[in-house]
């Protein structure tokens, strides 16, 4: 009898272990190998991977070479490899210019507290090498070194096939990648790059790559900059009297003319992530990469890997959140202790309450 109990309340152990088990959120690899048609995320077995990334300016040699990273930069980007060359698609932000020439620079009154970044021409390859596929060109360093460091850095670009957007003459572009045709845009308020505070425009680019694309990508350089500037204000942002837009109605803007992705950076720290009409957006990625003349005291020191898993529509299923860190003169390492991801956390609680998306403490995100 005795043992007739202990066998029936063992088996009733195990049954509530695996109910709990089934409550707990699997990885997005995990769900993807086990999908269930019409579930609560809409998955497919063939989702789409992406890799969304901040800030990356990689050491420069302006105004002295003793702003290059040690090794010539070539190990910069080894210890996130790994994350950013296993996915479909790879998206970050090119802070600054590629430019091995003297190039024109922006007039400063001190050299030495100048903030123009030039990158070497092999830097390319280390983007590539790392796995990126497209870059923004759309911010306020694009214009560091005038007409020639736009134009070498397009061509340094194109020559490694990375793609990329966001000045006037570049507003957008198409790829073509395992059967799914992109289209990507990217915007800033600054001179030469593609207005995010002209709506109109932002509209019909948009629509125009919705219209001939698959998945549409869209990225922004907007939002007031700085540590004290980690909340998204739904207003028009302004910074040292520019207005640098509003990242939250822009963001809503493009993906109701069809934008599918949205990648937003500049504020130079972590912002809150959201899904609006089933689409994924992030506020702001802080600083990524940002070797020798950033300061990465506090949160601009931290900043988030955020990987995507969406449909061959664009519609949100799933994700991850992985947390770095930049020390010393900068360049990110794995940060064991999840800053960022704790920082996104309380920030989307607090900025976005009524978002459908759910942030776990191992970082995995997904629809309510």
């Known amino acids: 009898m005795k043992k007739t109990i202990v066998i029936f309340f063992s ?12 409550k707990i959120p699997k990885s997005p690899e995990t769900i993807k190998a086990s999908y269930v048609p019409n579930d609560k995320f809409s998955q497919e077995i063939d989702s789409i991977s992406m890799v969304g990334v901040g800030d990356m300016m990689l050491g420069t040699n302006f105004p002295s070479k003793s702003y290059l990273p040690p090794d010539d930069g070539k190990n910069i980007l080894s210890p996130v490899k790994d994350i950013i060359s296993k996915v479909d698609i790879a998206f970050g932000n090119l802070e600054g210019v590629i430019l091995s020439e003297e190039g024109t620079p922006k007039s400063c009154s001190n050299p030495d507290v100048c903030y123009a970044f030039k990158m070497p021409d092999h830097y390319v390859n280390y983007f590539k090498e790392a796995g990126f596929d497209i870059l923004s060109i759309a911010n306020n360093h694009v214009g560091d070194f005038g007409v020639k460091g736009k134009e070498n850095t397009v061509k340094m670009l194109s020559k490694t096939d990375i793609k990329y957007a966001g000045l006037t003459n570049y507003p957008f572009t198409t790829f073509e990648k395992n059967g799914l045709k992109y289209g990507f845009c990217a915007f800033a308020p600054n001179n030469g790059t593609i207005d995010i505070n002209d709506s109109k425009n932002a509209i019909k680019i948009v629509q125009h790559l919705d219209s001939i694309c698959d998945i549409v990508i869209v990225s922004f350089h907007g939002g007031a900059e700085g540590g004290k500037q980690s909340h998204i204000t739904r ?86 959140i992985y947390s770095i860190k930049q020390i010393g003169e900068g360049g990110p390492i794995i940060d064991n202790d999840q800053m960022a991801l704790k920082e996104i956390i309380n920030l989307t ?18 629809k309510k």
Request: proline fraction near 4%; hydrophobic fraction near 45%; aromatic fraction near 14%.
């Open 11 to 22: 088996i009733f152990a195990l049954a509530i272990i695996a109910a709990e088990f089934n």
């Open 235 to 320: 207003s028009d942002e302004i910074f040292l009297g520019e207005n640098r837009g509003n990242p939250y109605k822009f963001a809503r803007t493009v993906i109701d003319a069809g934008a599918d992705v949205v990648f937003g950076h500049g504020p130079h720290v972590t912002r809150a992530i959201d899904i609006y009409k089933g689409r994924f957006i992030a506020y702001s990625m802080g600083n990524f990469a940002t070797y020798g003349r950033f300061n990465l005291k506090g949160l601009c020191g931290i900043a988030p890997i955020i990987k995507l898993f969406v449909n061959k529509k664009g519609e949100f299923l799933s994700g991850n």
């Open 349 to 366: 609680k607090t900025d976005v309450p009524e978002s459908p998306i759910i942030i776990k403490e191992n970082g995995f995100i997904y």
